[in-house]
């Protein structure tokens, strides 16, 4: 079975960090990434997020958001835990960044 809870890292260098589920399956958590389109200084940033059917699936589906605490943007992110013949478990996500821009006119470009 796969345990969200813990620290994840990730092959770019970013780190997580995810509470245990509560009994509805939603969990919290910190994440610091070792990539941003920014000058500013990179913080931890808080991430809320659920797993789908808690304690019935061996490799469960996942979402949470991201609210960076150095951008004005914020990060979705969904995944699935795979765990191997050997056991380790592998979080394979996938992502969505969106940044404020000035006006819907520049609202094109504010997704990655």
């Given at each position: 079975?796969?345990?969200?809870?813990?620290?994840?890292?990730?092959e770019l260098?970013?780190n997580?960090?995810?509470?245990a589920?509560?009994a509805?399956?939603?969990?919290s958590?910190?994440?610091?990434?070792?990539?941003?389109?920014?000058n500013?200084?990179?913080l931890v940033?808080p991430?809320q997020?659920?797993q789908?059917?808690?304690?019935?699936?061996?490799?469960?589906?996942?979402?949470?958001t991201?609210?960076w605490?150095f951008?004005?943007?914020a990060?979705?992110?969904v995944g699935?835990c795979?765990?191997?013949h050997?056991?380790?478990e592998?979080?394979?996500t996938?992502?969505?960044?969106?940044?404020e821009?000035?006006s819907r006119?520049?609202?094109?470009?504010?997704?990655r």
């Amino acid at each position: 079975q796969c345990d969200l809870q813990g620290l994840w890292r990730n092959e770019l260098g970013s780190n997580m960090t995810l509470s245990a589920l509560d009994a509805a399956g939603t969990f919290s958590g910190s994440y610091h990434t070792a990539v941003a389109a920014t000058n500013k200084k990179i913080l931890v940033s808080p991430l809320q997020g659920t797993q789908q059917h808690p304690g019935t699936k061996r490799q469960p589906t996942f979402g949470f958001t991201v609210q960076w605490q150095f951008s004005d943007s914020a990060t979705a992110f969904v995944g699935q835990c795979f765990v191997d013949h050997r056991g380790k478990e592998t979080l394979e996500t996938t992502w969505l960044l969106r940044e404020e821009v000035p006006s819907r006119r520049d609202a094109w470009k504010a997704t990655r």
